[in-house]
C-alpha cells in the first residue's frame, strides 16, 4: 500500500523544507548508518532515497504495481507485494530495522504484521496515523460521522484503511504482544514531532501521528 | 506478414542453414580432448564448439562483461544483422547503441548455446567419430550443460565475473542457472518471463511439439540429415502450436480479431480464409528456414528437465543461499507461459535467502513475447536496473 494511496501527503510537502518529508527525516534519524533495512509499503520510494543518501543498504515491499515499478525505474531494490502475505517468506533477523510507514491500519492483521516486523527485524519502525487526535474525535463528536482529514481523505465506504487505532491502542497492543518501546514519537499535522516530553493522554489528543522505535522485549 | 496464403517451401535453401551449424557467421571458440563438456547425462562431450557474438569493448579491469542468454529459438546474433534471415537482430529493442545495454558502455557477449544449430555443437553438428551429422546420438542436453558450456567461454575469455547476465524465457533459466552455479561470477542478474522450473503445461506443450516433429514422414527418426531432408511440416506446426502460447488471447484479438485474409467471405475451405491462420502458417514456414528440427527437440526437452529447486534438496532457497548477486525479475500480466505466480515463486526464494532482489510485473496485453517487444516500461526498468549496479560496481564509461 503506497503512503500516496493511504495518505495523500503532498499538501504537506510544500510545508517542509528540502526534498525529505519530516516523518521520513524522523524514521531516517531512527536507524543508525550501515545497516540494512526493509521498508514495507515503500510507495514511490522516498524513504528508501533518502535511507540510500545515508549508507543504508535498503529493500522494500510494495503492494501497487505501478509503486513497485517507479522504485525499480529509480535503481531501488524493491518487489510487488503484500504486507499480510509475504512478510513470512523472509527469515529471521534478515534485516537490523523494518519499517511499517503509514500502512499498519491497512493491513487486514496488524498484529501478525507487527509480529512479523519483529522477527524478520531486530528492530521495527512504525508509524500510523493516531484515530485519537483531537479533530478526528470532534468530527464524530460533534460531526456525528466518519472522521476525515487532509491527510485521511477518504470515505468510510472506499478507504483502504481498514483498523485504524490510537496511539493509546497500539501501545496496548505493543504491551500484549511483549514489544519493547524504545523510542515514541507523536507528530503534528504537518509531520513536526511534539518536541515537549508530554503524558500519553496529551499525544494521543495532539499527535496526528505516532511514530515508535521498537525491539523485542522480555519473553520474546 | 499477414499476406502468406499457405505454407510455403523455405526461401531460403537448406544450404545457407546447415553451412551455419558448422561454420557460423560469428565468432567461434574450440574447445578440444582436453576440455570435454561434462554433460548432466554422464557423457564427456568432446571436441566441441561454442559459436558467439560480441558488442562493445572490454574494460581495462574486465568488470564490464555482461552475458545475454537467447531463448528457445533464439541465437548470438541479438545486434545485428541475422546471416540466414536477413533480419534485424532479436534483441535490438534492448542492446545497441541508446539502449539499456549499450555497446559503448558495456562488453556485450551472445553465445548460441550448446544443442544449438547456429555454430555452437548439437545434432545437426558433424559428429567427427563418424563423420555424419550426430542426429540422435547426440546427447541429451540440460539448461545446467548450457550455462556450464558457456562459463567454459567466458574463462575462454579471460573474465572472472560477469557484470550481468541477462536473458528471458529459457535464456532467464540460464541466468538463475548461472546464479546458482556460479553465484561469485555473476554480480547481476536480470531475469525475464522465466521461472525457477518448467511447469506441467509448458512440458505438455514442448511434447505436442515434439511430437509433432515426429510425426513428420521426412523426420526418419532424427536422421534425415542423411537423406537430405528436413521436416518441414513437423517443425513448422510444432512452431506454430509454441507460438500460440507466446501471445495472448487480447492480442491476437487485437491483432487479427475475425478478421479475413485477402477475402471477404469464406471459402468453404481449409484454405487460410483467417488472418492468424495466415500469420500462424508465416510463423512456421518462416521458423524452419532458420532451426533444425532435432535441435528443437533436444532444447525443448533441456527446458522441461529444469528444476533448480529439485537440484537443492527441494528447496529453493537453497540454490540461492548466501549469494551476493543483484537481482532483477521481470513479469508480464499476460504471459501465460511463464506466468507472475512463478516469478514470484523465485522472488520469494531470493526474499528467503535475503539477496538483493527487486520485481516488476508489467502490464502489456503482448504475453510471452513481451519481453522481445518495444514496452517502455520494461526497458526503463532495465536500464535502471543495469545503472544503479553499475554505480555500485563502479563502472564507469566515457557517456558518464
Known amino acids: 500500500m503506497s503512503v500516496q494511496e493511504v495518505l495523500p501527503l503532498n499538501g504537506l510537502v510544500s510545508e517542509q523544507s528540502g526534498p525529505f518529508r519530516a516523518d521520513h527525516l524522523l524514521v531516517a534519524e531512527m536507524v543508525k548508518p550501515g545497516s540494512k533495512v526493509l521498508d514495507v509499503g515503500c510507495g514511490e520510494g522516498d524513504l528508501l532515497q533518502l535511507l540510500e543518501t545515508r549508507g543504508i543498504d535498503g529493500r522494500g515491499i510494495e503492494l501497487s504495481r505501478e509503486g513497485v515499478n517507479r522504485c525499480v525505474a529509480k535503481g531501488l531494490a524493491v518487489v510487488q507485494g503484500d504486507a499480510d502475505t509475504d512478510l513470512v517468506n523472509y527469515p529471521d533477523d534478515a534485516f537490523d530495522y523494518v519499517i511499517l510507514s503509514q500502512t499498519l491500519q491497512a493491513t487486514r492483521q496488524p498484529k501478525v504484521v507487527l509480529e512479523n516486523l519483529l522477527r524478520i527485524g531486530r528492530r521495527a519502525i512504525v508509524s500510523f496515523p493516531n484515530f485519537g487526535f483531537w479533530r478526528m474525535r470532534l468530527q464524530l463528536l460533534i460531526g456525528g460521522h466518519m472522521p476525515r482529514t487532509e491527510n485521511l481523505p ?11 487505532c490510537t496511539i493509546k491502542d497500539f501501545v496496548e497492543l505493543c504491551d500484549e504482544i511483549h514489544v519493547k518501546m524504545e523510542r515514541a514519537e507523536a507528530l503534528d499535522l504537518y509531520g513536526r514531532p511534539l518536541r515537549l516530553r508530554l503524558p500519553w493522554w496529551v499525544w494521543n489528543l495532539f499527535g496526528e501521528q505516532g511514530v515508535f522505535l521498537l525491539s523485542r522485549g522480555q519473553g520474546k | 506478414m499477414v499476406g502468406v496464403k499457405s505454407v510455403p517451401s523455405p526461401a531460403i535453401s537448406a544450404d545457407d542453414r546447415s553451412h551455419e551449424v558448422d561454420h557460423p557467421s560469428s565468432e567461434v571458440a574450440h574447445f578440444g580432448a582436453d576440455q570435454p563438456l561434462r554433460l548432466d547425462c554422464g557423457v564427456d562431450l568432446t571436441p566441441f564448439q561454442i559459436a558467439y557474438k560480441t558488442y562493445g569493448e572490454l574494460n581495462a579491469d574486465r568488470s564490464n562483461a555482461v552475458l545475454i542468454c537467447h531463448a528457445l ?47 555452437s555443437t548439437g545434432p545437426a553438428s558433424i559428429n567427427p567419430a563418424t563423420g555424419k551429422v550426430w542426429g540422435l546420438d547426440f546427447p541429451v542436453i540440460t539448461i545446467p550443460d548450457m550455462v556450464r558450456a558457456q562459463a567454459m567461454l567466458i574463462d575462454r575469455l579471460g ?7 541477462v536473458g528471458g524465457s529459457m535464456g532467464g533459466m540460464q541466468v538463475l542457472q548461472w546464479t546458482a552455479a556460479y553465484p561469485a561470477r555473476v554480480y547481476s542478474a536480470l531475469a525475464i518471463a522465466c521461472a525457477t522450473r518448467h511447469s506441467a503445461q509448458n512440458i505438455a506443450f514442448h511434447e505436442l511439439g515434439r511430437q509433432a516433429v515426429m510425426a513428420d514422414p521426412d523426420w526418419h527418426n532424427g536422421a534425415y ?80 528437465y529444469f528444476d533448480i529447486a529439485a537440484d537443492h534438496g527441494g528447496v529453493l532457497a537453497k540454490a540461492f543461499a ?10 508480464f500480466t499476460s504471459d501465460w507461459l511463464f506466468p507472475t505466480s512463478e516469478s514470484r515463486a523465485l522472488v520469494h526464494a531470493l526474499n528467503a535467502s535475503s539477496a538483493r532482489v527487486s520485481f516488476a510485473e508489467i502490464e502489456t496485453d503482448r504475453g510471452h513475447d513481451a519481453f522481445l ?16 549496479a553499475g554505480k555500485a560496481r563502479g563502472l564507469t564509461s566515457k557517456n558518464d
Open chain 2, 73 to 119: 529459438t533464439g541465437d548470438q546474433h541479438v545486434a545485428n544483422v541475422h546471416p540466414v534471415t536477413g533480419k534485424p537482430g532479436w534483441w535490438e529493442t534492448l542492446v545497441g547503441p541508446g539502449r539499456p545495454l549499450d555497446p559503448a558502455r558495456y562488453f556485450i557477449i551472445c553465445s548460441n548455446v550448446i544443442g544449438g544449430c547456429m555454430g
Open chain 2, 322 to 331: 548466501g549469494i551476493q548477486t543483484r537481482f532483477c525479475v521481470v513479469s
Open chain 2, 159 to 165: 573474465i572472472d565475473t560477469l557484470f550481468a547476465v
Open chain 1, 154 to 164: 477518504a470515505s468510510w465506504y472506499d478507504t483502504a484503511n481498514i483498523h485504524f
Open chain 2, 373 to 388: 517487444l518495444d514496452v517502455p516500461e520494461f526497458f526503463d526498468i532495465s536500464r535502471a536496473f543495469l545503472q544503479s
Open chain 2, 225 to 304: 540429415a542423411d537423406q537430405g531432408i528436413h521436416p518441414h511440416r513437423g517443425l513448422a506446426v510444432a512452431r506454430m502450436a509454441a507460438h500460440i502460447t507466446y501471445l495472448s488471447d487480447a492480442a491476437l484479438h487485437r491483432k487479427f480479431g475475425r478478421r479475413m485474409q485477402d477475402r471477404e467471405l469464406p471459402t468453404f475451405s481449409f484454405d487460410a480464409d483467417f488472418q492468424v491462420e495466415s500469420y500462424l502458417r508465416y510463423q512456421g514456414s518462416s521458423f524452419v528456414e532458420r532451426f533444425d528440427a532435432n535441435s528443437y527437440l533436444y532444447l525443448t526437452r533441456a527446458m522441461d
